[in-house]
């Protein structure tokens, strides 16, 4: 058992006002058997025109994939939107044990593999499961498919920033060679499936990075693993996981609908670390 | 009868005057068009009715009994009796709405049912629509018109009255509304090509006409604020606006005609939503060649109605009979709607025919394959007289929290060609009333 602290913090400064804002957030800790919050809010708040700040109510649910979701709606103008997330986590190795919902299987619009794709899927050979993971993870057929496709993902592409965009499918990255963990992980997504083992997209706080991370689990004999095809190991502790869906689109952090016509400068810190 | 039938051009007239117009796109261009209405109605026996009547509202209530478990508990793809790919790959299907059980359970509360009747007299289920089914509007302003420009008509024959369709529809809305707020019937816009309907049904319901950013989320309840920003609880919406543009915080996210976090609202059981997001993967075209087999799984009956002759590519045996009988079938894309999509085998050059063959092979799920029923032409009026034309039903069920109505009625779409068998208003056919006898005594002959 771990203790992790973590703080995500975020600002949309809008060049001009804007009014009528719905938004909709991802930003607290999915709750897993792996990981248990012992403390943890939320705080959203705006930054109206005469610089008054004005603290939002939050409404907190589950969406379709149980993932936390917090949303609300402010009316009035404003030019700055923050969110800040913060808690302790409790955690245990990696693991999840359920079922496996069979759209995780089904192709999305974002995985959906090119004949280069389901070539290359047919062509990654088998390797040993000790390779890259403690011995006392058991050993099937499952478990080592998954790591050669992800070890096969991580030798093919380059992580380069900026290369791709939000909506860049898995067949583009492919392509170009190059992406960030969400290539990463829609093109192993999108190779598991190919190999018919239930894959879903996962997204969360990563210790020591600056920046969220995303990464996959796929289900074997009724567990389902992380595995992060951008660092090419399998997870065990100190990421905080935020939610899951079949692909990016299914968990973006936050999204937001407003009148008004303002350019948006973001910023973003997150920060993990064991306590 | 006949003064009506002489009155033709009358009552399209009328329909003119009162803006009943079907939108068309064309080439990308917004085109308004008018519906022409044929005064020669489709006449349905009362023994022919309730053998209908029987046969639609079993099938809906099957489909919503399916849609609560697809959503819910799946038990008919745990006992095989609908293949799970099926369902999981239907674009219909939508994972965001799993979990969600909507106000007494009831998904499809308006389903537009089209039928064919065969040469012989039987009818056939050619399609559901559960999502945004349009068309009760047209033959229930028709009617008015003609008992208007033709009363004796109507005192002469024993019609069963169709002009209550506002009040079962305003009855769902008012038992599915949650709060007792307001109940708004949500429209895409003037440039949809039902909005006539839309405006229509808003006003005979006495339900509020709602636009895109009429309605906003606020405190997780629904409000409707119109032009004076005066903050109104919205308990039911009647949306006309499709799934995918229906809240952009969950599904497309570019949409400019949703309502944000109405999901959200819809989840925690705040506002009910008419029809529920989600009914796509029912009416899906390929989930249809199961829906004889929902009725029997979840009602223990046999399906009273039955579906036109149908294949699934998808397996093995029926894929053979379909590449071996191309020319002689209708194929169907399972992912288009509105009479896109359908393509008949006899019409295809041998070229396109094996095209078609080939993409039947590597895609076996995007298609299904029908007999081509040969449906009974009805007699309809053109200026040089009467002549023979292909025609459809749709019927109109309306599924509340207590009883399953289907309305004594039904808009019947005619081929303006002879020899079309494609009715659909998108691609120009005209429309009927349809007259549900109450009696024998006066049945109308010949026209």
């Given at each position: 058992?771990?203790?992790?602290?973590?703080?995500?913090?975020?600002?949309?400064?809008?060049?001009?006002?804007?009014?009528?804002?719905?938004?909709?957030?991802?930003?607290?800790?999915?709750?897993?058997?792996?990981?248990?919050?012992?403390?943890?809010?939320?705080?959203?708040?705006?930054?109206?025109?005469?610089?008054?700040?004005?603290?939002?109510?939050?409404?907190?649910?589950?969406?379709?994939?149980?993932?936390?979701?917090?949303?609300?709606?402010?009316?009035?103008?404003?030019?700055?939107?923050?969110?800040?997330?913060?808690?302790?986590?409790?955690?245990?190795?990696?693991?999840?044990?359920?079922?496996?919902?069979?759209?995780?299987?089904?192709?999305?619009?974002?995985?959906?593999?090119?004949?280069?794709?389901?070539?290359?899927?047919?062509?990654?050979?088998?390797?040993?499961?000790?390779?890259?993971?403690?011995?006392?993870?058991?050993?099937?057929?499952?478990?080592?498919?998954?790591?050669?496709?992800?070890?096969?993902?991580?030798?093919?592409?380059?992580?380069?920033?900026?290369?791709?965009?939000?909506?860049?499918?898995?067949?583009?990255?492919?392509?170009?060679?190059?992406?960030?963990?969400?290539?990463?992980?829609?093109?192993?997504?999108?190779?598991?499936?190919?190999?018919?083992?239930?894959?879903?997209?996962?997204?969360?706080?990563?210790?020591?990075?600056?920046?969220?991370?995303?990464?996959?689990?796929?289900?074997?004999?009724?567990?389902?693993?992380?595995?992060?095809?951008?660092?090419?190991?399998?997870?065990?502790?100190?990421?905080?996981?935020?939610?899951?869906?079949?692909?990016?689109?299914?968990?973006?952090?936050?999204?937001?609908?407003?009148?008004?016509?303002?350019?948006?400068?973001?910023?973003?810190?997150?920060?993990?670390?064991?306590? | 009868?006949?003064?009506?039938?002489?009155?033709?051009?009358?009552?399209?007239?009328?329909?003119?005057?009162?803006?009943?117009?079907?939108?068309?796109?064309?080439?990308?261009?917004?085109?308004?068009?008018?519906?022409?209405?044929?005064?020669?109605?489709?006449?349905?026996?009362?023994?022919?009715?309730?053998?209908?009547?029987?046969?639609?509202?079993?099938?809906?209530?099957?489909?919503?009994?399916?849609?609560?478990?697809?959503?819910?508990?799946?038990?008919?793809?745990?006992?095989?009796?609908?293949?799970?790919?099926?369902?999981?790959?239907?674009k219909g299907y939508l994972p965001q709405c799993e979990g969600i059980r909507p106000p007494h359970g009831?998904?499809?509360?308006?389903?537009?049912?089209?039928?064919?009747?065969?040469?012989?007299?039987?009818?056939?289920?050619?399609?559901?629509?559960?999502?945004?089914?349009?068309?009760?509007?047209?033959?229930?302003?028709?009617?008015?018109?003609?008992?208007?420009?033709?009363?004796?008509?109507?005192?002469?024959?024993?019609?069963?009255?169709?002009?209550?369709?506002?009040?079962?529809?305003?009855?769902?809305?008012?038992?599915?509304?949650?709060?007792?707020?307001?109940?708004?019937?949500?429209?895409?816009?003037?440039?949809?090509?039902?909005?006539?309907?839309?405006?229509?049904?808003?006003?005979?319901?006495?339900?509020?006409?709602?636009?895109?950013?009429?309605?906003?989320?606020?405190?997780?309840?629904?409000?409707?604020?119109?032009?004076?920003?005066?903050?109104?609880?919205?308990?039911?919406?009647?949306?006309?606006?499709?799934?995918?543009?229906?809240?952009?915080?969950?599904?497309?996210?570019?949409?400019?005609?949703?309502?944000?976090?109405?999901?959200?609202?819809?989840?925690?059981?705040?506002?009910?939503?008419?029809?529920?997001?989600?009914?796509?993967?029912?009416?899906?075209?390929?989930?249809?060649?199961?829906?004889?087999?929902?009725?029997?799984?979840?009602?223990?009956?046999?399906?009273?109605?039955?579906?036109?002759?149908?294949?699934?590519?998808?397996?093995?045996?029926?894929?053979?009979?379909?590449?071996?009988?191309?020319?002689?079938?209708?194929?169907?894309?399972?992912?288009?709607?509105?009479?896109?999509?359908v393509v008949f085998g006899r019409d295809l050059e041998r070229d396109r025919l094996e095209k078609l063959?080939?993409?039947?092979?590597?895609?076996?799920?995007?298609?299904?394959?029908?007999?081509?029923?040969?449906?009974?032409?009805?007699?309809?009026?053109?200026?040089?007289?009467?002549?023979?034309?292909?025609?459809?039903?749709r019927a109109f069920v309306l599924s509340s929290a207590d009883s399953t109505v289907v309305w004594k009625?039904?808009?019947?779409?005619?081929?303006?060609?002879?020899?079309?068998?494609?009715?659909?208003?998108?691609?120009?056919?005209?429309?009927?009333?349809?007259?549900?006898?109450?009696?024998?005594?006066?049945?109308?002959?010949?026209?």
């Amino acid at each position: 058992m771990k203790q992790f602290f973590y703080r995500y913090e975020s600002d949309i400064l809008f060049s001009t006002p804007v009014s009528a804002h719905s938004w909709l957030l991802r930003c607290m800790p999915k709750e897993e058997p792996f990981q248990r919050a012992e403390r943890a809010f939320v705080r959203v708040s705006v930054v109206r025109e005469d610089g008054e700040e004005l603290s939002l109510p939050v409404c907190h649910g589950r969406d379709a994939f149980g993932n936390a979701v917090q949303w609300g709606y402010v009316a009035g103008a404003h030019c700055r939107f923050s969110i800040l997330s913060e808690g302790v986590m409790r955690q245990t190795p990696y693991r999840i044990c359920g079922t496996a919902h069979d759209m995780f299987l089904e192709h999305t619009a974002l995985t959906r593999p090119d004949a280069d794709m389901e070539r290359f899927a047919g062509q990654v050979p088998l390797r040993a499961a000790e390779e890259s993971c403690e011995g006392s993870l058991p050993r099937g057929k499952v478990l080592e498919r998954a790591l050669s496709l992800c070890d096969a993902v991580y030798r093919h592409m380059s992580y380069v920033p900026g290369a791709t965009t939000v909506n860049t499918t898995a067949g583009q990255a492919f392509a170009l060679g190059q992406g960030v963990c969400q290539d990463y992980a829609h093109i192993l997504l999108s190779l598991l499936r190919c190999s018919g083992i239930p894959a879903r997209y996962a997204c969360g706080y990563l210790a020591g990075e600056g920046a969220g991370h995303a990464w996959v689990e796929f289900f074997d004999q009724g567990v389902w693993r992380g595995l992060d095809p951008a660092n090419n190991r399998l997870l065990s502790c100190g990421c905080i996981k935020v939610a899951h869906g079949r692909d990016s689109a299914d968990c973006p952090v936050n999204r937001g609908v407003f009148t008004g016509r303002a350019a948006q400068q973001n910023t973003l810190a997150i920060k993990v670390e064991e306590v | 009868m006949y003064s009506l039938v002489e009155s033709r051009e009358a009552v399209n007239n009328w329909l003119e005057r009162y803006g009943v117009r079907f939108g068309i796109y064309k080439n990308g261009k917004f085109k308004e068009q008018l519906f022409p209405f044929d005064p020669i109605p489709r006449v349905i026996t009362p023994e022919e009715w309730a053998y209908l009547e029987k046969g639609l509202s079993q099938r809906v209530r099957a489909l919503n009994l399916f849609l609560a478990d697809i959503y819910g508990e799946k038990n008919i793809i745990k006992n095989n009796v609908v293949p799970k790919s099926f369902v999981y790959a239907s674009k219909g299907y939508l994972p965001q709405c799993e979990g969600i059980r909507p106000p007494h359970g009831i998904f499809a509360h308006i389903a537009g049912i089209d039928l064919v009747q065969a040469r012989d007299g039987s009818w056939f289920v050619l399609e559901d629509n559960l999502r945004i089914p349009s068309g009760a509007s047209y033959p229930l302003i028709a009617r008015s018109i003609a008992r208007k420009v033709s009363p004796e008509t109507f005192t002469a024959n024993h019609i069963e009255d169709n002009r209550n369709y506002p009040d079962l529809l305003k009855h769902t809305m008012d038992s599915m509304n949650v709060n007792g707020g307001l109940n708004v019937v949500f429209t895409p816009g003037r440039y949809n090509s039902a909005f006539f309907e839309h405006a229509y049904l808003a006003e005979r319901t006495g339900a509020v006409l709602a636009f895109p950013g009429d309605l906003i989320v606020e405190d997780n309840h629904v409000y409707y604020q119109g032009i004076f920003h005066e903050k109104t609880l919205v308990g039911a919406i009647y949306r006309r606006v499709s799934d995918e543009y229906l809240d952009p915080m969950v599904f497309e996210p570019t949409s400019l005609l949703g309502v944000p976090n109405l999901m959200q609202a819809y989840a925690a059981g705040n506002v009910a939503v008419l029809n529920s997001p989600g009914n796509g993967v029912a009416d899906d075209k390929g989930l249809y060649y199961f829906v004889p087999r929902m009725v029997e799984y979840y009602l223990g009956e046999k399906a009273l109605l039955q579906n036109a002759p149908t294949y699934l590519p998808y397996y093995e045996q029926d894929r053979e009979y379909v590449l071996n009988n191309t020319e002689k079938l209708v194929i169907k894309d399972v992912s288009e709607a509105g009479g896109y999509g359908v393509v008949f085998g006899r019409d295809l050059e041998r070229d396109r025919l094996e095209k078609l063959q080939e993409l039947i092979r590597s895609e076996p799920r995007r298609w299904i394959a029908q007999e081509v029923i040969n449906f009974k032409d009805l007699e309809t009026m053109e200026d040089r007289g009467v002549v023979y034309r292909k025609a459809d039903l749709r019927a109109f069920v309306l599924s509340s929290a207590d009883s399953t109505v289907v309305w004594k009625s039904g808009l019947t779409r005619f081929a303006r060609q002879a020899d079309s068998f494609v009715v659909n208003s998108s691609q120009g056919g005209g429309f009927k009333d349809t007259w549900v006898m109450r009696d024998h005594q006066s049945l109308p002959k010949q026209f």
